[in-house]
């Protein structure tokens, strides 16, 4: 203090003394040097290997948005999702999708929780970048924890974590636009296994409806035609009797309701010349729809088994074997088997990011340097096997190696009074005071 040249407010002053209270001694520092910097931290969080996570750097998300290890699971579960919304106005329906993941430890989001809870000062990133890191990777990377760890440290690069480039946000696959949240609900529906316009596929077996399944209420046993005539073919063809042999019966039935419906016809025909002209038209149209209706149930009805007979058949005919092509462009394909896409000729899109993350790893390390290295034991175990296995000449130049103690050397108190016993115990003997006595 002060930060910009003014003195600090009072209550400024008493949430920093209540924060440094309340913070370990060894993280205290740290906390000082995050309220020199203007960062109102009120703790400092830690990975689980002891590294500073960060959360003191102004990112894009709400200033009154307090960032936790915690909340970023939530960010990362909602990465994971398929649909496309607005990162910055999270869908109620994307949000507690999210929650639930995170309850449940779903994966791919347990394996990126893991990776990046590990990583030093995640909590400074902003969101479009650990929402483009996951959705640019690889969908089968979280399988190999040390490959996902090796594409993190080459691809979470930032330099304003305030302002995201278009190009993260392109890649965070962010859609500001108002109908995102119904277009997240669509996605989720189709999830579900719900049938989704647009979405779904309607040529799959399991939306295709057939002719048996349409109808929803059972249909009437006797059906009312009209001028007297009932159609009985729904009851003929539930009774046990219903078969081949009952087809001469229909037709003589339906001969017969030809005949009374034109003497039915007839009788019409002298009314309506007696009376109006258009009650008789009329009368003379109804009859003939209701004669149409006639015919027509009864040839549903006779063909309604052929149908179902001709559709056995179909249901066993053997499918055709699936063509692929010979060669694929680097991408995702659905519904191609993992064999099938590298048998293929040509690359795949890991192979071609694998030689991508290579080049952007040396320059961010080498060039740029904005990959720090970082000492750690289990860091300078891995450094201390490469070297070994692969750079043996740069031993010496890398690595401090203790010379070797030469065999036979003192290194304790214990090895040099051992070394005086022995060699005392190889000198002849002391004479005795009778010898000396003797000898004078």
């Known amino acids: 203090f002060p930060v910009d040249g003014k003195t600090p407010e009072l209550a400024t002053v008493i949430q920093f003394l209540k924060t440094w209270f309340e913070t370990e001694h060894i993280d205290r520092g740290l906390l000082v040097k995050e309220w020199a910097k203007g960062n109102r931290v009120s703790a400092i969080q830690r990975t689980e290997s002891g ?39 999270l869908p109620g329906s994307v949000y507690r999708r999210a929650k639930e993941i995170v309850k449940k430890k779903e994966s791919p989001f347990k394996e990126w929780s893991a990776a990046l809870r590990a990583t030093p000062g995640i909590l400074d990133y902003s969101r479009a970048a650990i929402f483009a890191l996951i959705r640019s990777a690889h969908p089968e990377f979280y399988h190999y924890p040390g490959r996902l760890q090796g594409y993190i440290n080459a691809n979470l690069t930032e330099t304003d974590h305030e302002n995201p480039t278009e190009e993260a946000l392109t890649a965070a696959r962010h859609t500001p636009e108002k109908d995102a949240v119904e277009e997240a609900n669509r996605q989720l529906a189709a999830a579900r296994g719900e049938y989704v316009e647009g979405i779904s596929d309607p040529n799959d077996p399991k939306w295709v409806k057939t002719g048996t399944s349409q109808p929803t209420t059972e249909p009437e046993l006797v059906k009312n035609v009209g001028n007297g005539i009932f159609d009985v073919s729904a009851l003929m063809q539930n009774s046990s009797t219903h078969g081949t042999e009952t087809n001469p019966e229909t037709t003589s039935n ?44 009864n040839d549903s009805v006779s063909q309604s088994e052929p149908e179902a007979q001709q559709n056995v058949p179909e249901s066993q005919q053997e499918e055709p074997e699936a063509a692929w092509p010979e060669y694929f462009e680097p991408g995702r394909y659905e519904g191609v088997p993992n064999e099938v896409y590298h048998a293929a000729n040509g690359i795949s899109s890991t192979q071609v990011k694998d030689a991508r993350v290579s080049l952007m790893y040396f320059n961010a390390r080498h ?31 890398e690595f401090s190696v203790e010379p ?3 065999e036979g050397a003192f290194t304790t108190t214990a090895t040099l009074r051992e070394f005086i016993d022995a060699h005392n115990a190889s000198l002849p003997a002391l004479l005795s005071a009778d010898d000396i006595k003797a000898l004078l």
Do not use: C, W
Not at 264 to 287: F, H, N, W
Not at 377 to 384: A, E
């Open 367 to 397: 060039v740029e340097k904005t990959i720090v290295k970082e000492r750690s034991p289990v860091l300078d175990m891995g450094n201390l096997v490469h070297v070994l296995a692969l750079q043996p000449e740069n031993l010496e130049a």
């Open 254 to 297: 339906v001969q017969v309701q030809k005949a009374d419906s034109d003497e039915k016809q007839a009788g019409d025909a002298v009314q309506a010349g007696e009376g109006d002209l258009g009650t008789g038209k009329e009368a003379v149209t109804v009859e003939n729809q209701n004669q149409a209706e006639t015919h027509q149930n």
């Open 404 to 406: 070797e103690i030469p």
């Open 51 to 89: 590294a500073n996570a960060g959360g003191g750097n102004k990112t894009d998300r709400n200033p009154d948005y307090e960032h936790t290890l915690d909340t970023l699971d939530v960010e990362i579960a909602m990465a994971t999702l398929p649909m496309d919304f607005n990162i910055y106005e």
